[in-house]
T-cell receptor
Framework: GAVVSQHPSRVICKSGTSVKIECRSL??????MFWYRQFPKQSLMLMATSNEGSKATYEQGVEKDKFLINHASLTLSTLTVTSAHPEDSSFYIC????????????????FGPGTRLTVL | SQQGEEDPQALSIQEGENATMNCSYKTSINNLQWYRQNSGRGLVHLILIRSNEREKHSGRLRVTLDTSKKSSSLLITASRAADTASYFCAGPNLGGKLIFGQGTELSVKP
């Protein structure tokens, strides 16, 4: 099956620093990737849709200047949490759909293993 | 906003018993998906059921879909301790984005 990787798996940083998280599709090309955020014991909340070669589209309430998304190639999307604060501590998960009927948008998504961000 | 609402929020059973989780959704969908998440890990896709399907099986998993009631259920038969995880339903909204339910935390005791 399709594999999505994330790096790093875990990061601890000081308040005020920026953290970059990478999401890679290892064996398929993904024109669209998705970034989710998950707090403990809660569900996944979609943050933004990352589009290769164009600007990301953000969900309501998500600050685009805070969470910078770059989708520079068909296999890599990055999420940068700028000037991180303790309230940004969370589990960040990316996903991608392999191309298929309907552009793969309604097909199963493959998820990365997640990145645990802790801001001190 | 959540596409799906699941119940129960938590379920504890003994190994060998069946586990049933329910999901209700708000808007029309063309498919509904179930995912599993082990603690602190990413999600694993379990099964996708299309809107024109009523039931689907995969190994010990059985999923039903009732579009008239906007509900779905996931049944895990002969549960094992390794089935302990959180289970989420998810459906694409009108924009094609996958929106997740709140999840059911399943604990299977050996």
């Amino acid at each position: 099956g399709a594999v999505v990787s994330q790096h790093p798996s875990r990061v601890i940083c000081k308040s005020g620093t920026s953290v970059k998280i990478e999401c890679r599709s290892l064996d398929f090309q993904a024109t669209t990737m998705f970034w989710y955020r998950q707090f403990p014991k809660q569900s996944l909340m979609l943050m933004a849709t990352s589009n290769e070669g164009s600007k990301a589209t953000y969900e309501q309430g998500v600050e685009k200047d805070k969470f910078l998304i770059n989708h520079a190639s068909l296999t890599l999307s990055t999420l940068t949490v700028t000037s991180a604060h303790p309230e940004d501590s969370s589990f960040y998960i990316c996903s991608a759909s392999p191309p298929g009927p309907g552009g793969g948008r309604h097909n199963e998504q493959f998820f990365g293993p997640g990145t645990r961000l802790t801001v001190l | 906003s959540q596409q799906g609402e699941e119940d129960p929020q938590a379920l504890s059973i003994q190994e060998g018993e069946n586990a049933t989780m329910n999901c209700s959704y708000k808007t029309s969908i063309n498919n509904l998906q179930w995912y599993r998440q082990n603690s602190g890990r990413g999600l694993v896709h379990l099964i996708l059921i299309r809107s024109n399907e009523r039931e689907k099986h995969s190994g010990r998993l059985r999923v039903t879909l009732d579009t008239s009631k906007k509900s779905s259920s996931l049944l895990i038969t002969a549960s094992r301790a390794a089935d302990t995880a959180s289970y989420f339903c998810a459906g694409p909204n009108l924009g094609g984005k996958l929106i997740f339910g709140q999840g059911t935390e399943l604990s299977v005791k050996p």
